[in-house]
C-alpha cells in the first residue's frame, strides 16, 4: 500500500464515516476487504474501523487524522513520489538521538540513516519506538526520562522507529536491534500487540510506560475497548505464558481493564 492507501485509512478511522464514494474507498474495498460496495458507495461497520487501525498499527503508523493542509501528496508530481518512496528509504532507518554527542535532533523531528551508520553512533541505550508520529513527540514523554537514567546519571540513547511495510522497514530496524550488543528499552503502544513486541526484544532492560496511575486513568477515559478486543484472541496464549515482570504486570492489568491505549494518548509535558 501506498502513503495515500494510509493517509486514507487514517480519515476512515478518526472520522468512522458511515458510506463513502470515493474511487480509494473502491479501491479499498477490493484489496483490503474494508467496507461493503453497495453501488457506487462503500458502507462500513464498526468491524471495519477496528481493521482499519489494527492495519495502521502493525504498519507503524498513527490512527489520528493527518494535519488538515495542504500536504507533499497532492503536489502534480505525487505519483511519481509515493512511486519511489520505498526505494529511497530502503535500507535506512528513522532515529531520534538524546543526548548523542554531536547529534542534535530538534523536537518534532528524525533523523534518516543507514543502519549500520546509527548502530556505530555513540549512545548508550538503545529505544525501540513502535509508531514514527509518537517517536517525534518523544522530547515530550518526561515520564520516559527515568528509565534513561543509570546511576543517577542520564545515559546516551537513540530512539528507533521499528519500521512500516513500505517505508523505513522493519528489516533494517531488525538488524540493528540483532546486531547492537547495548541494553534495549521497549516503547510500545498499551496493547495486547505492543506487549508481543515488547516481550519480543532482546536484551530488553525494561518496558516503558507511563507510571499507572497516570496511564490507568487515561487508559478508563478514552475507553478504548476496541484496542483490546481486535487483538486479545490472537495474543492471549503468548501473553499468558510469557514470564517477565514488566510484560506479565501489564498484560495483568489491561485484561483488568480490557481497552488498550495508543502510543499517541500518552501524557506529554507542556
Known amino acids: ?144 526520562q527515568p528509565y534513561l537514567l543509570e546511576g543517577g546519571r542520564r545515559r546516551r540513547a537513540l530512539v528507533l522507529f521499528r519500521g512500516a511495510p513500505d517505508w523505513f522497514r522493519i528489516g533494517p530496524a531488525s538488524r540493528l536491534v540483532a546486531g547492537d550488543t547495548r541494553p534495549v528499552l521497549g516503547l510500545f503502544d498499551f496493547d495486547p500487540q505492543g506487549l508481543l513486541m515488547a516481550a519480543g526484544l532482546p536484551r530488553r532492560e525494561a518496558l516503558c510506560l507511563p507510571p499507572w496511575e497516570l496511564l490507568e486513568a487515561l487508559v478508563i477515559e478514552r475507553k478504548r475497548h476496541d484496542l483490546y478486543a481486535a487483538q486479545e484472541a490472537g495474543c492471549r496464549a503468548q501473553l499468558d505464558a510469557c514470564a517477565d515482570q514488566d510484560v506479565a504486570t501489564a498484560w495483568a492489568r489491561m485484561r483488568l481493564l480490557t481497552r488498550g491505549l495508543n502510543q499517541e494518548a500518552f501524557p506529554e509535558s507542556d
Open 1 to 144: 500500500m501506498t502513503p495515500a492507501h494510509y493517509t486514507f485509512m487514517r480519515n476512515l478511522v478518526a472520522n468512522r464515516s458511515p458510506k463513502l464514494s470515493s474511487a480509494i474507498a473502491k479501491e479499498m474495498a477490493d484489496t483490503q476487504d474494508l467496507g461493503r460496495v453497495r453501488g457506487r458507495a462503500v458502507l462500513y461497520e464498526e468491524a471495519d474501523f477496528i481493521k482499519a487501525e489494527t492495519k495502521l498499527r502493525n504498519a507503524g503508523y498513527s490512527i489520528e487524522a493527518p494535519a488538515v493542509g495542504r500536504q507533499r501528496s497532492d503536489a502534480n508530481d505525487a505519483g511519481s513520489e509515493k512511486a519511489f518512496a520505498a526505494p529511497v528509504t530502503e535500507g535506512l532507518v528513522a532515529v531520534v538521538a538524546i543526548g548523542v554527542p554531536g547529534i542534535a535532533t530538534p523536537e518534532g523531528s528524525f533523523l534518516a540513516m543507514k543502519w549500520r551508520d546509527a548502530m556505530a553512533l555513540p549512545y548508550e541505550v538503545l529505544v525501540v519506538c513502535e509508531n514514527l508520529e509518537s517517536m517525534q513527540r518523544v522530547h515530550r514523554y518526561a515520564w520516559l
